[in-house]
């Protein structure tokens, strides 16, 4: 979407705005997974981040999957992107049986608000 053929092309013009452009295909017909390359400092921290074209209607839409980030991660990557709220879903079962210790794992990176996902349940995205 910020690419040179993207709708929001225009906002790398910004100055301090720059964004590394990442080509996801978002045709749903295609059915691949795509691995996106992440920076090494995620690497290093073992990191992996997958994207599918997932349908959405009219506008193209692209889902992404994170794989194999540890509490410490999560926590660093929070803290790192100024997030200003972390909702946790898909938790592997050896994170669910010790969510309490993987919660202070992730409290010591990331200084704000955490909650974990309850199904059914909604969440406000944004304000």
Not at 59 to 83: E, I, L, N, W
Not at 84 to 112: C, Q
Not at 114 to 119: L, P, Q
């Amino acid at each position: 979407m910020f690419g040179p053929r993207g709708a929001w092309r225009y906002m790398n013009t910004f100055e301090g705005f720059g964004i590394t452009v990442r080509e996801t295909p978002s045709d749903v017909s295609e059915l691949a997974i795509h691995s996106i390359p992440v920076d090494r400092l995620l690497e290093d921290l073992d990191v992996s981040v997958y994207a599918v074209a997932a349908p959405h209607g009219m506008m193209p839409s692209v889902a992404f999957r994170v794989d194999h980030a540890k509490p410490s991660a999560v926590g660093y990557t929070a803290q790192q992107s100024a997030a200003k709220r972390l909702l946790l879903s898909h938790l592997m079962p050896p994170i669910e049986s010790d969510l309490t210790d993987s919660l202070a794992i992730v409290r010591r990176a990331y200084d704000g608000p955490i909650e974990v996902a309850s199904d059914l349940k909604e969440y406000q995205i944004g304000a």
